[in-house]
């Protein structure tokens, strides 16, 4: 299993891949916010757990193993995101919150939490009695 910090980087990895077709080091210092030297070394290590291909002068390749795990973590991404969207939590801490839960939690909470996410885009009225619930309580609190 990938740690936490090969996560970010195959998650960001398959991102700029989907996104321009491919991804340099600097591509990925840049969206990690982290030293060019430290992605060189994280691209090794990833290469040495066959998760991609890295020659460096001719960039990086994702191997099936790598693509399939990327793919997942995108999914995983977005679709805490789409939770926190519906459980009301506010836009402007929702990638935070997502950054710092994601790689704690359990691939079968991820399943689960996908049954609550299309449970509730089936029907609008739910995403409505939530708020109205969230209204309530919010109301409670002012009291
Ligand atoms: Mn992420």
């Not at 299993?1 to 591509?27: N, W």
């Not at 090794?44 to 793919?71: C, F, H, M, P």
């Not at 977005?78 to 926190?84: A, I």
């Not at 739910?126 to 209204?135: E, F, G, M, P």
């Amino acid at each position: 299993m990938p740690t936490p910090s090969m996560e970010d980087y195959l998650e960001r990895i398959y991102m700029l891949i989907e996104e321009k077709g491919y991804a340099r080091v600097s591509d990925i210092a840049e969206a990690l916010e982290v030293h060019p030297s430290s992605v060189t070394k994280m691209v090794q290590k990833l290469d040495k757990s066959e998760y991609l291909v890295y020659e460096r002068y001719r960039g990086l390749v994702l191997t099936a193993k790598g693509n399939k795990i990327g793919k997942r973590l995108v999914y995983r991404h977005e679709l805490l995101e789409d939770f926190m969207q519906i459980i009301g939590v506010d836009e402007s801490h929702i990638y935070q919150d997502v950054e710092g839960i994601e790689h704690h939690i359990s691939w079968d909470a991820i399943d689960r939490i996908g049954d609550l996410v299309q449970y509730f885009q089936e029907k609008n009225e739910r995403i409505s009695d939530l708020r109205a619930v969230q209204k309530r309580n919010d109301a409670d609190q002012e009291k």
